[in-house]
C-alpha cells in the first residue's frame, strides 16, 4: 500500500496570508490526525478526524482548522499566517478509531513526510 | 505540554555499539509507541506496546514498558549508522482517541 502521502512538500508564505495544507492517509485508513513540529515546542497535537468529524483538539489558536473529506483525505488550513506558524507539519493517519471494533487501546499511527511550511 | 521526557536527549555511540533510550511519561496510558525521524522529516513507526504487554521486539529494536514506573525504553543493538536519527515516544489514552503526546525526543548519532 502506499504510504501517507502530503502536499505540498515545502511552501512559503509571508505574514497574513492563509495556507492550506493536504493529507491523503494510507487506502482504508479512516483516521487523520495533524501535528505541528517546531524546535521550541517539539511535536504537537493540531486535532484528529474520523468518518469526516473532528474527534479531537489540541491547544491551538482558532485560526487553525481542518476538515476531513468522505474519501479520509484531510486538509488543514491556517489563516492569518504569522511568523510562530513557521513549522513541520504532520499528517498521521491509522486505520480505526477506538471506538471501532477490535481494538481497545489504540492503533498505530504511520506518518507522512511532512510539509515544511516557512511565514516571512 | 509534553506527556513523556526522554532521557538522554542526545547520544552518540561507535557502530556496533548498543544504543538506549528511557522515555518517562506523567499519567496512565493505553500504549506507547516510539518513532523515528531522519533530520526533519517524516516520522517513521518502529513499535506500538500496549500497556498491558512488558516487552516487544522488532529486528534490532528492543521495547520495554513498566506501567508501575511510568517508563520505557528502547534498546538499539549492533547499531549502524543508519540509525542515527532522532527517536521518539509518543503515547496514547482511551479518551484522547488517537490523539499521540510526544517526548522531546533523543538525537543518537552512530560513528562510522
Known amino acids: 500500500k502506499a504510504g501517507v502521502t502530503q502536499t505540498p512538500r515545502y511552501l512559503i508564505k509571508t505574514r497574513g496570508q492563509q495556507v492550506t495544507l493536504s493529507c491523503s492517509p494510507i487506502?482504508?485508513?479512516?483516521?487523520v490526525s495533524w501535528y505541528q513540529q517546531t524546535p521550541g515546542q517539539g511535536l504537537q497535537f493540531l486535532f484528529e478526524?474520523?468518518?469526516?468529524?473532528?474527534?479531537n483538539k489540541g491547544n491551538f489558536p482558532g485560526r487553525f482548522s481542518g476538515r476531513q473529506f468522505s474519501n479520509s483525505r484531510s486538509e488543514m488550513n491556517v489563516s492569518t499566517l504569522e511568523l510562530g506558524d513557521s513549522a513541520l507539519y504532520l499528517c498521521a493517519s491509522s486505520a480505526r478509531g477506538w471506538l471501532e471494533g477490535g481494538t481497545t487501546q489504540g492503533d498505530t499511527q504511520y506518518f507522512g513526510p511532512g510539509t515544511r511550511l516557512t511565514v516571512l | 505540554s509534553q506527556q513523556g521526557e526522554e532521557d538522554p536527549q542526545a547520544l552518540s555511540i561507535q557502530e556496533g555499539e548498543n544504543a538506549t533510550m528511557n522515555c518517562s511519561y506523567k499519567?496512565?496510558?493505553?500504549?506507547l509507541q516510539w518513532y523515528r525521524q531522519n533530520s526533519g522529516r517524516g516520522l517513521v513507526h518502529l513499535i506500538l506496546?500496549?500497556?498491558?504487554?512488558r516487552e516487544k521486539h522488532s529486528g534490532r529494536l528492543r521495547v520495554t514498558l513498566d506501567t508501575s514506573k511510568k517508563s520505557s525504553s528502547l534498546l538499539i543493538t549492533a547499531s549502524r549508522a543508519a540509525d542515527t536519527a532522532s527517536y521518539f515516544c509518543?503515547?496514547?489514552?482511551?479518551?484522547?482517541?488517537?490523539?499521540?503526546?510526544f517526548g522531546g525526543g533523543t538525537r543518537v548519532l552512530v560513528k562510522p
Open positions: 499519567t496512565s496510558i493505553n500504549n
Open positions: 478526524y474520523f468518518s469526516e468529524t473532528q474527534r
Open positions: 506496546i500496549r500497556s498491558n504487554e
Open positions: 509518543a503515547t496514547g489514552i482511551k479518551a484522547a482517541g488517537n490523539k499521540l503526546t
Open positions: 487506502s482504508g485508513h479512516r483516521s
